[in-house]
């Protein structure tokens, strides 16, 4: 069992899915930023293509998406995400290969799968690809056969579907409705047509959840054996995300039975067969992300923790976030001022920075901690936190070899906080962020 240490948790912190966070993203200085770093580019280059629409929208989301009900809307989106397509390869040096192609969202079946097929078929067209990895995020409510036939058929191998609860009264109090039979019918599908590592992300401190909700949702979880789990702590931020308002803050767990559930969680999924991957993540064994876990290659990036080695991931799609050695780049968010840009064949990276040797050396110690792997803290040049890591250590949360902190299975659930006391932009800006458990 994870000792709990409530005052090692009180400080909300980022899920630091990049370094330096969107958070210390600013206004780009001129439009030469985006284009450059493509120009730049060598070897493996991985897409990520961002769909930012959905058939309904979930009250806890924090995605950049809206409602899939405008089809002109929807229509004129996807003629401008082909059109980056066709500029961003044009301007790739073509010693780059695409090794991964991503669709997120949003849910990507939120479009209609002959759009997918067209726009994947820009991609493979456009770019010089080597047998890439494909994957897509989907949402099973509104998957259908012939998703799974055109997902199959595509070459995609991995899925990740949006399951959160099985409980049917936590469903309806989070505005995500999606029957048992409907996941099954969805898993089935992915199963027949080919797909081989399909992840479920879950949820835990959603309102009125108690243990016996999330074991309920964990064993059958267990029993339709997804290749990859993703455990997230649900992050009530209404200030930042209204869509939460209707969301009852007064059903929602407390810290205390917040860790209990990610704790719990851990347990049993580790008894199931799972091996755990960073601080909220499991795979069985067989799969690849379990083996970059084991081996010590596990990255993270803005999809969350990656098997995926390239250095180099470029974003396309409104807000789609590309991420480069020395720069992160952001897109226009606003779907309508995206389109305008590529109108005038224009890349539309509008915000991010440029990282420093420091925010690098920083990047690496902070993904190591993340991925739950020893870290050479000789990396920093600059003063190291130790005062502030002591009572981690003194608690037996992590320890010190040398120039190495080494984690233990205990320093999971304070992964994030102790990344944080590497991160010297973390004073400014604490409010945006949420619970470190
Ligand atoms: S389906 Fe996913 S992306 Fe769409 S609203 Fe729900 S949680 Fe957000």
Same mark, same amino acid.
């Given at each position: 069992m994870w000792p709990y240490h409530p005052d090692l948790l009180d400080r909300a912190v980022p899920r630091?899915?990049?370094?330096?966070?969107?958070?210390e993203f600013r206004p780009?200085?001129? /439009?030469?930023m985006l284009p450059d770093a493509i120009a730049a580019c060598d070897g493996d280059v991985s897409l990520y293509l961002h769909?930012?629409?959905?058939?309904q929208i979930c009250w806890y989301c924090g995605c950049n998406t809206g409602a899939a009900n405008k089809a002109q809307r929807l229509s004129a989106y996807l003629d401008a995400l082909m059109h980056e397509v066709t500029l961003v390869a044009g301007q790739l040096p073509d010693r780059c290969r695409v090794a991964r192609i991503a669709f997120g969202g949003g $849910?990507?079946?939120?479009?209609?799968p002959i759009a997918y097929v067209r726009l994947l078929d820009r991609v493979l067209t456009a770019f010089s690809t080597h047998a890439p990895v494909i994957s897509v995020e989907l949402d099973p409510?509104?998957?259908?056969e012939e998703w799974a036939q055109v997902l199959g058929a595509t070459g995609v191998t991995n899925v990740s579907l949006g399951?959160?609860?099985?409980d049917s009264a936590i469903q309806e109090r989070i505005g995500r409705v999606q029957p048992l039979a409907m996941i099954e019918h969805a898993v089935g599908g992915l199963r027949r047509h080919g797909v081989r590592s399909i992840n479920f992300d879950l949820m835990y401190?959603?309102?009125?959840?108690?243990m016996d909700g999330l074991d309920a949702t964990l064993a059958t979880t267990i029993d339709m054996a997804p290749e990859r789990i993703a455990l997230f702590g649900y992050a009530h931020v209404p200030h930042l995300?209204?869509?939460?308002?209707?969301?009852?803050? $007064?059903a929602l767990p407390d810290q205390a039975m917040r860790f209990a559930m990610a704790a719990r969680g851990y347990e049993t999924l580790r008894a199931a067969g799972y091996e755990a991957v960073g601080f909220d993540h499991f795979a069985l064994p067989h799969d690849p992300m379990a083996a970059a876990a084991r081996e010590g290659t596990l990255r993270r990036n803005f999809q969350g923790f *990656? /098997? /995926?080695?390239?250095?180099r991931l470029i974003g396309l799609g409104a807000s789609a976030i590309s991420i480069f050695p020395d720069r992160i780049i952001q897109n226009e968010k606003n779907a309508g001022r995206y389109r305008m840009r590529l109108s005038q064949d224009q890349l539309t990276g509008t915000l991010g920075l440029m990282r420093s040797r420091d925010d690098r050396d920083r990047g690496m110690v902070i993904e190591d901690i993340l991925c739950a792997r020893p870290t050479?803290? $000789?990396?920093?040049s600059g003063a190291l936190p130790m005062t502030a890591l002591e009572p981690f250590i003194e608690r037996g949360l992590a320890r010190i070899d040398g120039d190495l902190l080494i984690p233990t299975d205990a320093t999971r659930p304070y992964a994030r906080s102790i990344a944080a006391l590497f991160d010297?932009?973390?004073?400014? *800006?604490?409010?945006r962020f949420s619970s470190a458990v």
């Amino acid at each position: 069992m994870w000792p709990y240490h409530p005052d090692l948790l009180d400080r909300a912190v980022p899920r630091y899915t990049s370094f330096p966070t969107a958070a210390e993203f600013r206004p780009l200085p001129g /439009d030469d930023m985006l284009p450059d770093a493509i120009a730049a580019c060598d070897g493996d280059v991985s897409l990520y293509l961002h769909i930012p629409f959905c058939e309904q929208i979930c009250w806890y989301c924090g995605c950049n998406t809206g409602a899939a009900n405008k089809a002109q809307r929807l229509s004129a989106y996807l003629d401008a995400l082909m059109h980056e397509v066709t500029l961003v390869a044009g301007q790739l040096p073509d010693r780059c290969r695409v090794a991964r192609i991503a669709f997120g969202g949003g $849910s990507p079946n939120a479009i209609a799968p002959i759009a997918y097929v067209r726009l994947l078929d820009r991609v493979l067209t456009a770019f010089s690809t080597h047998a890439p990895v494909i994957s897509v995020e989907l949402d099973p409510r509104g998957f259908t056969e012939e998703w799974a036939q055109v997902l199959g058929a595509t070459g995609v191998t991995n899925v990740s579907l949006g399951v959160q609860t099985f409980d049917s009264a936590i469903q309806e109090r989070i505005g995500r409705v999606q029957p048992l039979a409907m996941i099954e019918h969805a898993v089935g599908g992915l199963r027949r047509h080919g797909v081989r590592s399909i992840n479920f992300d879950l949820m835990y401190g959603l309102p009125g959840q108690g243990m016996d909700g999330l074991d309920a949702t964990l064993a059958t979880t267990i029993d339709m054996a997804p290749e990859r789990i993703a455990l997230f702590g649900y992050a009530h931020v209404p200030h930042l995300l209204p869509r939460q308002r209707r969301i009852d803050a $007064s059903a929602l767990p407390d810290q205390a039975m917040r860790f209990a559930m990610a704790a719990r969680g851990y347990e049993t999924l580790r008894a199931a067969g799972y091996e755990a991957v960073g601080f909220d993540h499991f795979a069985l064994p067989h799969d690849p992300m379990a083996a970059a876990a084991r081996e010590g290659t596990l990255r993270r990036n803005f999809q969350g923790f *990656t /098997d /995926d080695q390239a250095e180099r991931l470029i974003g396309l799609g409104a807000s789609a976030i590309s991420i480069f050695p020395d720069r992160i780049i952001q897109n226009e968010k606003n779907a309508g001022r995206y389109r305008m840009r590529l109108s005038q064949d224009q890349l539309t990276g509008t915000l991010g920075l440029m990282r420093s040797r420091d925010d690098r050396d920083r990047g690496m110690v902070i993904e190591d901690i993340l991925c739950a792997r020893p870290t050479d803290l $000789s990396q920093i040049s600059g003063a190291l936190p130790m005062t502030a890591l002591e009572p981690f250590i003194e608690r037996g949360l992590a320890r010190i070899d040398g120039d190495l902190l080494i984690p233990t299975d205990a320093t999971r659930p304070y992964a994030r906080s102790i990344a944080a006391l590497f991160d010297p932009y973390r004073a400014q *800006t604490p409010q945006r962020f949420s619970s470190a458990v």
